[in-house]
């Protein structure tokens, strides 16, 4: 073997060591692509998740003020309106919440229920 096949030996693995670098940078290059579009995908995909559930949200409130209107709760203060749902979302906890707050209401005679600092119904 002479040193002119050893250099075109060498040369000839240096440009495969060269083609195989290139294929590798090439695929890491497809490889971050991909995993930009996946995470641009998934992005959206949560956006469009926030932007149901806000909606979502909106109407619920909206639906709950319509209600307190409707119920005439719209002629009763801040302060007491805040003393009733601070009262009611204890109620939340209880299996049936709108069974509870009947049957309490039910108990009390009219006229005599008052709200206490806390919040809280008093005969």
Not at 36 to 45: D, F, S, W
Not at 50 to 68: D, H, I
Not at 105 to 120: F, K, N, Q, R
């Amino acid at each position: 073997m002479t040193s002119t096949d050893r250099v075109t030996k060498l040369e000839r693995a240096a440009e495969k060591a060269r083609r195989e670098k290139a294929k590798l940078e090439e695929i890491e290059r497809l490889a971050k692509e991909s995993r930009a579009a996946q995470r641009k995908t998934i992005l959206q995909a949560e956006a469009a998740v926030r932007e149901e559930t806000r909606k979502a949200t909106n109407k619920r409130r909206y639906y709950v003020g319509f209600l307190a209107e409707e119920a005439g709760l719209f002629t009763w203060s801040n302060a007491d309106l805040q003393k009733i749902f601070l009262a009611v979302a204890r109620l939340g906890e209880t299996p049936s919440p709108g069974a509870v707050l009947e049957s309490l209401l039910l108990d009390v005679p009219a006229g005599s229920v008052g709200i206490t600092s806390e919040g809280m119904a008093t005969p």
